[in-house]
T-cell receptor, first 115, second 115 residues
């Protein structure tokens, strides 16, 4: 169990640029989640996948955001035309099964700074 | 709507002193309850969870939490704090039933430990 891996750890970009983050979940975890955490706040749910299917998206996930999990393994989160308000820590988590009693295992996050 | 309140934004305790971090939730039924800890620049680590049964649950690093249905609370405690416990602590709720593991987090309590 190597844990959830996120890359890059840090990303600085200029407003208007596109960015992509990658998440590798714990192997054999079929559930994968993306959360966003801004300064002084708890993580906020963005979206989740069961295998390759994206089953739920938050209202926070505007049209500029897109997430994929093409083969049910790693996932990518892309933000197009970044805005300063997108600056945050983006956290990925995975779990082995459905149900609220299956805790989430979090990665160390990707910190995005939009200048 | 589900929500989690952590009334204390910042707490400072002396090393060796006892600790209690407060968490109140709003939910239509008894949710699944979690406490996570986050060190600076890191992801979230699960400390403990409550699903059912004994309302006093034990976690890692000497932490425990007590579920009180009448008060809609799930406070985290530790009898003797160590300097390494300085971090941010998040309470979270998850829905019973349904397929999602989606968690709703509180805004966190930042713990500082004085020597």
């Amino acid at each position: 169990d190597t844990g959830v891996s996120q890359n890059p750890r840090h990303k600085i970009t200029k407003r208007g640029q596109n960015v992509t983050f990658r998440c590798d979940p714990i192997s054999e975890h079929n559930r994968l989640y993306w959360y966003r955490q801004t300064l002084g706040q708890g993580p906020e749910f963005l979206t989740y996948f069961q295998n390759e299917a994206q089953l739920e998206k938050s209202r926070l996930l505007s049209d500029r955001f897109s997430a994929e999990r093409p083969k049910g393994s790693f996932s990518t989160l892309e933000i197009q035309r970044t805005e300063q308000g997108d600056s945050a820590m983006y956290l990925c988590a995975s779990s082995p099964r459905q149900g609220g009693n299956s805790p989430l295992h979090f990665g160390n996050g990707t910190r995005l700074t939009v200048t | 709507a589900q929500s989690v309140t952590q009334p204390d934004i910042h707490i400072t305790v002396s090393e060796g002193a006892s600790l209690e971090l407060r968490c109140n939730y709003s939910y239509g039924a008894t949710p699944y309850l979690f406490w996570y800890v986050q060190s600076p620049g890191q992801g979230l680590q699960l400390l403990l969870k409550y699903f059912s049964g004994d309302t006093l649950v034990q976690g890692i690093k000497g932490f425990e939490a007590e579920f009180k249905r009448s008060q809609s609370s799930f406070n985290l405690r530790k009898p003797s704090v160590h300097w390494s416990d300085a971090a941010e602590y998040f309470c979270a709720v998850g829905a019973r039933g349904g397929a999602t593991n989606k968690l709703i987090f509180g805004t966190g309590t930042l713990l500082a430990v004085q020597p």
